[in-house]
């Protein structure tokens, strides 16, 4: 996945005159009752705020505050004012906080926090609330997504300043808050490794204008396919024509592997097999059969887990294959083997999608609007979510339990935070 990484430019939603912690009157006001609704202005039209901040790397259960503050109702120019409709919750935001991942962000005060700080989060759909002078291709009621990694999205409200160059504007229409949110990443980086290692598309054309006995198109492996990057590779792979092997973990119970096997079936996998099944010794001769022994060969293999999983994708691969690491979920080390480099010509690639989007900007949106278009379609399904719902009253704990659970234990969906009354 994307690396976040908040700069701060990205932070800058102010200066400590329009951006202080919550200004509080002389009488304190009582408690919202359920017939009340929350004022989303506070004293001199100041807009309030809360947003996830650390000030130290570890577990977020431990490291997370909720911090309020206010947003001037004065704009600098330039910038727009947002608010938060939904924001994923990805591994790799949690490695952020943890400070185990590629980048590290910077701490600021510029959020009015007691200790310099940084908001994790680097997807989110936003609705543009007002706008500064000066600002062109942005207007009330756009929805936006950040248009580069680290931009800190797990905030109720942000003002953006120079906001046309961090925010990317989508075309709301047939679309989710969820949809949108969840674009920018897993979908965006199943796409591109799909297309930008191997030609498997081309390959495949040419299999069939040269009229070669082939019985579908080009092959490609992965492991952690029932990941959001996972179901999004099955999907693409169906609609360019693609097949895919495709590994995933087992269930607690063999019911719950086979429903599992079954919806990826159901998305355009060609095969699915458990971890185990995939490193039995029987796979080879499976995989013989698949590919009619090597004349349809596999040059594609997808890891994020490492390990004993990507020794096995290194053994399936054809000569001349790449395998393309993005992920490391086992924690387990995986050394280059010297062997297959040398007798079978492999390739090995690492992938960071933030990195790729920094050196193609255009690329990506264009990347974006198509997959936004798949979408609006039915042709291209989102991956499943678990919605956590964060309102202006919702604890402290309900938030940092939902970012600490990410990476724990078989989730039923990427957890999603789904804003309502802020």
């Known amino acids: 996945m994307a ?8 932070l ?4 400590s005159k329009l951006l202080r912690p919550a200004l509080t009157t002389a009488t304190p006001r009582a408690a919202p009752t359920l017939t009340q609704k929350r004022h989303l202005t506070g004293p001199y039209g100041y807009h309030q705020s809360k947003a996830l901040t650390f000030s130290s790397f570890g577990e977020p259960i431990d490291v997370l505050s909720l911090h309020t503050h206010s947003i001037s109702p004065t704009l600098p120019s330039g910038s727009v004012l947002v608010r938060t409709l939904a924001a994923p919750v990805n591994p790799a935001d949690v490695n952020t906080i943890q400070g185990t991942y590629g980048s590290k962000p910077p701490f600021t005060t510029l959020l009015g926090t007691a200790q310099p700080s940084a908001v994790p989060g680097n997807e989110a759909c ?14 009330k009621g756009d929805w936006v997504i950040p248009a580069k990694t680290g931009f800190g999205t797990f905030r109720t409200h942000a003002l953006v300043e120079e906001a046309e160059g961090k925010l990317m504007r989508v075309e709301r229409e047939g679309l989710t808050p969820v949809q949108v949110a969840t674009v920018s990443v897993n979908p965006c980086s199943a796409y ?3 297309k930008d290692y191997v030609d498997l598309v081309g390959l495949s054309m040419r299999w069939y204008r040269e009229g070669k006995d082939v ?6 492996l992965q492991n952690g396919a029932n990941s959001g990057v996972g179901r999004a590779a099955v999907q693409f792979g169906r609609l360019w024509g693609l097949r895919s ?4 973990r087992e269930r607690e119970t063999p019911e719950e592997t086979e429903k599992l096997k079954e919806e990826l079936t159901g998305l355009g996998a060609n095969v699915v097999l458990t971890e185990q099944e995939f490193l039995d010794r029987s796979f080879r001769d499976r995989l013989g059969e698949l590919t009619k022994g090597g004349k349809e060969p596999l040059l594609l293999g997808m890891n994020c887990v490492g390990g004993k999983s990507a020794s096995a994708v290194v053994k399936a691969l054809s000569p001349k294959g790449c395998m393309v690491t993005y992920g490391g979920m086992s924690r387990q080390s995986f050394p280059f083997p010297t062997g297959p480099q040398i007798f079978k010509r492999l390739r090995f690639e690492g992938f960071w999608l933030s990195e790729w989007g920094k050196e193609n900007p255009e690329g990506k949106k264009k990347m974006i609007e198509d997959i936004l278009n798949l979408m609006r379609e039915g042709k291209f399904k989102e ?3 678990q919605e956590v719902e964060w309102n202006w009253e919702t604890e402290e704990k309900t938030l940092k339990e939902a970012v600490q659970g990410t990476l724990g ?6 957890g999603v935070f789904v804003f309502g009354e802020t």
């Open 245 to 248: 092997i495709n590994v995933v």
């Open 3 to 10: 690396a976040p990484r908040l700069t701060s430019k990205a």
């Open 215 to 220: 019985s579908g198109g080009a092959w490609f």
């Open 383 to 385: 991956s499943p979510v």
């Open 192 to 194: 591109r490794m799909l």
């Open 126 to 139: 936003f609705e543009v609330l007002s706008v500064g002078q000066g600002v062109k291709g942005l207007e």
């Open 12 to 15: 800058r939603l102010p200066t």
């Open 409 to 414: 234990g078989f989730r039923s969906g990427k």
